[in-house]
């Protein structure tokens, strides 16, 4: 089996960006329709024309999503919406529906199909069945073990290959069928509009005693008890290659670029390093990489059921919020002749020590000195978004490197 695919989510045009300076092989992206990510549906109209260019130009695909559930009034909207994303240059179409993948396959026969984690795919019959139907490519149920993906891999044709979800935030609920977001919010998360309730921190009321909370369990924190941990995958990328996996998918639409960028680049780095030591079984990432994940917004790791059933609170996240340790001070622009030239994200300071995220090696500290202001004035700290700056920099650093500070 060749290496596998690293795809990486595009919320935006600056996702996408930092996707391909990373070195994505493919990235998955919604429009303004049919997509399961409202708040990311960035690429309608002349967007993912532009999209789809720009990702072929540096060898890379681009998937659509098309993986909502779509109501019987939307069904009339399908066909043009299909037309116009093949003429964009659309690779694939990731699909949950049954009849949306009939109707797509009925108006371009040479479409790719993708069939979602939305659609549960957990056993070889029905993975095989929807080969037949016409599908590329089946993103597997984050239900399913390594063992199990293995089995399916052996059981169903070369030609079919198997996507899996190897980082990010994970649904409480089956493939991400849930309706608790319906019931307390009114949002759809089976339509792309998902309130995220599974995250919200629960306690019991009594009917007559308003206002007093008692919580579903003692705990100093609160109780979350939907709240599952993300997912981390980085560690075992033999695993997951020798169990017939084509494609690492990474989560993330909605989050920021600095993610997409980071999380692209540690699994570029662990995966490329794999293939280096001739896909040896028994390979283990350096030492670097397991840290860069903690340096990206996080729920606390876990591996979810690859490797077994969790049991207890194997996936629960006591917490409501992210744990963000690490921030983004700046994003180089250029340097030249011993000055970095940057766009400031998070106020920081001179002779702050920063740590600096470059594509593809291990990242590197650098001391903040004679920071100045766009207008070359020397400064003692950088205080606004966005404003432009320079200090010292003695080695060189590419545009699009991210240069990190730790949070006190």
């Known amino acids: ?35 399961m990510r409202t708040a990311a549906a960035s690429f309608g109209g002349d967007n993912l024309a532009k999209a789809c260019s720009l990702a072929h130009a540096k060898g890379a695909k681009v998937y659509l999503t098309c993986n909502t559930v779509p109501r019987n009034r939307e069904l009339d909207e399908l066909p043009g919406f299909v037309d116009w994303a093949a003429e964009s240059g659309a690779d694939a179409f990731i699909v949950t529906d049954i009849g949306v993948m009939t109707a797509i396959l009925k108006r371009r026969s040479d479409a790719e199909i993708h069939i979602s984690t939305q659609a549960g795919v957990t056993n070889y019959a029905c993975a095989r069945q929807l080969y037949d139907m016409g599908a590329k490519r089946i993103v597997t149920a984050r239900e399913l073990s390594l063992e199990e993906i293995a089995e399916i891999r052996a059981k169903v044709p070369d030609e079919l290959e198997i996507e899996c979800f190897v980082h990010g935030a994970m649904c409480v609920s089956f493939s991400g069928r849930c309706l608790l977001s319906n019931y307390l919010t009114g949002r759809d998360s089976n339509r792309g509009d998902c309130a995220q309730p599974c995250r919200w921190n629960y306690a019991l009321q009594e009917e007559k005693r308003p206002g007093v909370y008692f919580p579903v369990e003692q705990d100093e924190s609160g109780t979350y008890i939907f709240n599952s941990r993300d997912m981390c995958m980085i560690e075992h990328i033999p695993e997951l290659y020798y169990a017939g996996v084509n494609s690492f998918k990474i989560e993330g639409r909605a989050k920021s670029a600095y993610y997409t960028a980071a999380c692209v680049n540690a699994y570029r780095c662990a995966l490329d390093g794999f293939e280096k030591s001739g896909f040896d079984k028994n390979y283990k990432i350096p030492a670097w990489l397991r840290e860069e994940p903690l340096k990206i917004s996080n729920r606390q790791y876990c591996t979810g059921f690859f490797f077994t059933s969790p049991s207890d609170d194997a996936q629960i996240y006591y917490g409501g919020g992210y744990i963000r340790d690490c921030e983004v001070a700046a994003v180089a622009e250029k340097w030249e002749s011993g000055i970095l030239y940057a766009s400031q994200r998070n ?11 470059v594509k593809g090696e291990e990242s590197f500290k650098v001391t903040v000195k004679n920071l100045r202001n766009e207008d070359g004035e020397l400064i003692d700290n950088a205080p606004h978004p966005m404003m432009k700056l320079s200090f010292e920099c003695g080695r060189e650093i590419p545009a699009g490197s991210y240069l990190r500070r730790e949070k006190t």
Do not use: C, H, Q
């Not at 060749?2 to 919604?30: C, H, Q």
């Open 1 to 35: 089996m060749k290496s596998p695919e690293i795809l990486a989510p595009a919320g935006d045009m600056e996702r996408l960006e930092a996707a391909l300076l990373y070195g994505a092989d493919a990235v998955y992206l919604g429009a303004d329709k049919f997509g």
């Open 347 to 357: 106020r920081f300071f001179e002779g702050e020590t920063l740590d600096v995220m």
